[in-house]
């Protein structure tokens, strides 16, 4: 039977998903906790954060590569890898791995594990992750240089972002001169383990290269001026950008001799997490979403053409154009923080839309715990506005969602369209009442995942099922991304909501200019 192995890099874990396009129920999990299983890094969930400053976050490479050999032991136990065709992956956006050579990856020794390998390689053993924060000096310095803000958005799809790779490489050219000197590879998480997988520099994709505000998204290549504005010889230091159909080449002889995979099996190169879950979601398409309901909370959608919005980023669509994402940083936490300080359950939270029948009045809350930043404001409590008497607590937990549903599709509208399908996914896409107030808002049927499979690595498993084993994308669909109908729109709920969102607009604009 020809497998197909997806592998997702995550912040917390490394997973695995092998399937048989023929027999989609007999898909094989298999995963490593970063924190419990590699407890020699010290992480906490997969992350360390600097003492004095907590805005500095960063993961070793070292320990990916040993959760690739764990998860590679974990798999070989479990199934016969030489049935395995095709493989894909794809990591946690943004992060960057220091190599001193581009040759780091030819002739892996099997007698050595990958980190053993790899280690006299490294010109940093940290690699900065997603969660750090602590460029805003860099991300000011190479909007400046690179014509403003607008113009950086209008080249590649955001804004200076802290937390992107470019910021970060400017970072450390500046603060560490001499690991800038010695580096002569700097690779994101993806191609990293795309390359060691494969034993070959492989290129990194445009869904994941999107992600650096490095790469200009007309040309689908390295931005001269933002390359300029990062640091000197910055674009030498990088990888090729390819699309994400490409195969960077076969699973390199130590992955054949240690795990038992057969010679000529290709590899399809990774993307970024999120990119991968748009595949995994079945949302490759345009005209639907996904709307992933986590610690922070992100709406993305396929788009056909590369046009930037505010607030949000255009990374590439793997299946090809383009995809939008916004990331809300009031999500899951700011849930709990309004059912704690409520002293409610989530049976109450999750009821609370039950035989609720919304009206047009002009009661509205932002509900924002913390900064947010879609759009960029400052909070640190929910804002009640038009309520003459303190609200009951079921009429606070509705206000409460119905302000972040509305906050995600003014946000949303802005990468244009309208999704009439919106897949749900993450910790609280159970919830009855967001759903419903989804599907309102929206006027979108809400749909969930049947299966237990993580989306980012399902989607990898696909790509490797459709780049390097030959499979059509619809097939793939249909067999892996069954769906049940959740919630569907309501027609007079839509109506209210449609006269409240433009007063809701209002407020958020002035919360916003406060900032
Ligand atoms: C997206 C982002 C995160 C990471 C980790 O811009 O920073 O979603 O990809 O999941």
């Known amino acids: 039977m020809p497998l197909h192995l997806g592998i997702d890099a995550s912040t917390q874990s490394m997973s695995a998903v092998l399937i048989d396009a023929e027999r989609p129920e007999c898909a094989l999990c298999e995963s490593v906790n970063f924190e419990r299983e590699l407890p020699q890094y010290g992480t906490s969930a997969g992350a360390v954060a600097e003492e004095e400053n907590p805005l500095e976050v960063w993961s070793y490479p070292l320990m990916w590569l040993d959760a690739l050999d764990m998860l590679m032991l974990k798999l070989a136990r479990r199934a016969n890898l030489a049935e395995v065709v095709s493989v894909s992956g794809d990591g946690q956006q943004h992060a960057s791995v220091w190599l001193n050579t581009p040759d780091a990856f030819l002739g892996l020794d099997p007698s050595k594990s990958l980190s053993q390998n790899l280690r006299p390689h490294l010109s940093r053993t940290r690699s900065p992750i997603w969660l750090d924060a602590s460029t805003k000096e860099e991300c000011a310095e190479m909007a400046a240089a690179a014509g403003g803000d607008e113009r950086v958005l209008q080249k590649t799809g955001s804004v200076m972002t802290e937390r992107f790779t470019g910021a970060q490489m400017r970072k450390i050219f500046k603060r560490e001169p001499d690991v800038w000197r010695a580096t002569r590879r700097i690779h994101l998480n993806s191609s990293f383990l795309c390359s060691a997988l494969c034993g070959s520099d492989a290129p990194v994709d445009f869904g994941d290269g999107a992600g650096m505000n490095l790469m200009n998204l007309s040309s689908l290549s390295w931005d001269a001026d933002m390359l300029g504005a990062c640091a000197p010889n910055a674009g030498e230091k990088l990888p ?31 993307t970024g997490d999120n990119p991968s879950s748009l595949v995994g979601s079945g949302d490759s398409s345009a005209g639907r979403a996904t709307v992933s309901l986590g610690t922070s909370d992100t709406f993305f959608c396929a788009l056909e053409k590369f046009s930037a919005a505010e607030n949000a980023h255009i990374f590439g669509n793997p299946s090809g ?149 030959e499979e059509s994308l619809e097939k793939l669909e249909a067999a892996f991304c069954k769906k049940s109908r959740f919630k569907s729109p309501r027609k007079e709920a839509a109506r209210a909501y449609e006269k409240k969102i433009p007063e809701f607009a209002k407020l958020l604009e002035a919360a916003a200019k406060d900032k």
Request: glycine content about 10%; overall charge positive.
């Open 240 to 270: 090729k950008l390819a699309p994400s159909s490409t195969v960077a080449g076969c699973v390199c002889e130590y992955f054949q001799k240690k795990y038992g995979f057969s010679k000529g099996v290709k590899v399809a190169i990774f």
């Open 321 to 469: 154009g383009f995809m939008g994402l916004v990331c809300f940083r009031n999500g899951s936490l700011a849930r709990e923080r309004l059912k704690d300080s409520l002293g409610i359950d989530w049976n109450f939270f999750d009821g609370s839309f039950e035989s609720y029948e919304p009206r047009a009045d002009s009661k509205f809350i932002l509900p924002f715990y913390a900064d947010e930043t879609s759009p960029k404001l400052r909070a640190t409590a929910p804002a009640f506005f038009g309520f003459e008497r303190p609200p009951e607590k079921i009429e606070t937990v509705r206000a409460f969602i119905e302000g972040q549903c509305f906050n995600m599709f003014l946000q949303a509208q802005r990468l244009g369209g309208r999704p009439g399908k919106i897949t749900l996914t993450g910790g609280a896409s159970k919830s009855e009442a967001i759903a419903q107030c989804l599907a309102d808002v929206f006027e979108a049927e809400i749909f969930t995942i049947s299966g237990s499979v993580n989306s980012a690595a399902l989607g990898a498993a696909m790509r490797a099922a459709q780049w390097g084993g």
